[in-house]
């Protein structure tokens, strides 16, 4: 078995399979080089750090990691599409974005691990970024409430009369939510500028994409909200470049959201507590691994000389070295302080929450860590 696209589906593609141009003169908006060689190195960064993670959690070392393996050029191309001032409203596997938009990869890993360095001091579950600097706010694992606050956001620039745009991300399984309608509807009836971005990778968990709406396509979903709707390749850098700049233009014109359905292939389970073989079969997932987007990314490279097997080597040795000093920086790093569990919400902490601070440390300095107690909780 493996996954043929629907009768009836337009998808816009703009790269063949092999990684030549499908068409003789590109016609859209083609990134330059130097947004090309940034695209590659977020997704082989991308790739190399899920696999090093994937790795950690099986040895107890990370709590949980959800894989990006198969979605790394739509996830990065569209990123690299927005301004560095535009907002990025993430799910699940966009956290590669963090790096790409500057964020250290000692931050990167330390979220990760959940230790004393995390910028979001351990309350988070792995895998779930925050990146100030980069606009990039966390998010829930709650599907779809992500939504309604790029959508708020994306309102309030326009309130402001700033030029920046949002990016609203999500899978195809949020589709089913009332976060994203509810997104969806505010966006179109008040023309805000945000691009609705649907990771359609084949699967929400175990439930395939085609039994998750009666649609041909996610993109048909935005007729109702009085919004444009294209199903994109997202194997395909130079398509989904394209058709990001496109909405992104659109919205800074005034002229409101657009969704765009980037149609890619999740190699992985969901996540390190999934097994996808309980659901799907190994012929799937050879058919899209031999459409691999990192592979198609990189034969365009070599063959336009923008790249070639020695760089792609030191690349590959250089990044690997980085994701190990993070790793073994990160592993001397202690964990959050008590404290700060309560700090952030509160100039002054009230009374109430200082007094379980204070009974906290006791304890601990009675009995000890809990860790050693009781054993950690198994994610």
């Known amino acids: 078995m493996r996954v043929v696209e629907p009768k009836g589906v337009t998808v816009r593609k703009a790269m063949r399979e092999d990684g030549t141009a499908l068409l003789k003169a590109f016609k859209g908006v083609e990134p330059q080089s130097n947004d090309l060689l940034a695209i590659h190195r977020a997704m082989l960064t991308t790739r190399l750090m899920d696999a090093r993670m994937m790795k950690l959690q ?150 395939p994409s085609a039994k998750q709406t009666a649609a041909k396509s996610y993109a048909d979903k935005a007729v109702a909200y009085g919004m444009p709707g294209f199903n994109v390749d997202g194997m395909d850098v130079f398509a989904v470049f394209d058709a990001v700049e496109e909405a992104r233009q659109r919205a800074l014109a005034g002229k409101g959201p657009s969704l765009l359905n980037l149609r890619c292939y999740r190699q992985g389970g969901h996540s390190s507590s999934d097994d996808p073989t309980r659901y799907r079969n190994e012929e799937e997932v050879e058919y899209w691994a031999k459409r691999d987007p990192l592979a198609r990314m990189e034969n365009y490279l070599f063959k336009h000389d923008l ?42 902490p009230p009374h109430h929450l200082r007094r379980q601070v204070a009974d906290a440390l006791r304890i601990v300095a009675e009995k000890g860590d809990v860790d050693r107690l009781v054993g950690k909780f198994p994610l």
């Open 307 to 348: 790249l070639n097997d020695e760089e792609l080597e030191q690349m590959n040795q250089s990044l690997t070295e980085q994701i190990k000093d993070a790793v073994d920086h990160a592993e001397t790093v202690g964990a959050p302080p008590l404290e700060s569990l309560v700090e952030d919400v509160f100039a002054t």
């Open 58 to 207: 099986r040895q107890g070392r990370v709590g949980f990691v959800g894989s990006s393996m198969g979605q790394e050029g739509a996830i990065h191309a569209s990123a690299q599409a927005f301004g560095a001032s535009d907002w990025i409203f993430s799910a699940l596997r966009e956290g590669g974005v963090t790096l790409q938009r500057g964020m250290s990869m000692n931050d990167y890993v330390a979220h990760m691990f959940g230790n004393a360095e995390d910028t979001a001091k351990g309350r988070q579950m792995p895998n779930h970024f925050q990146y100030k600097e980069g606009n990039f706010p966390s998010w829930s694992s709650v599907l779809g409430t992500q939504m309604p606050h790029a959508v708020g956001a994306a309102m309030a620039m326009q309130r402001r009369g700033e030029k920046n745009v949002v990016a609203a991300y999500t899978g195809d399984g949020a589709t089913s939510t009332s976060g994203f309608h509810s997104a969806m509807n505010f966006a179109g009836v008040y023309k805000a500028p945000v691009v609705f971005l649907v990771i359609d990778n084949g699967w929400a968990i175990s439930l």
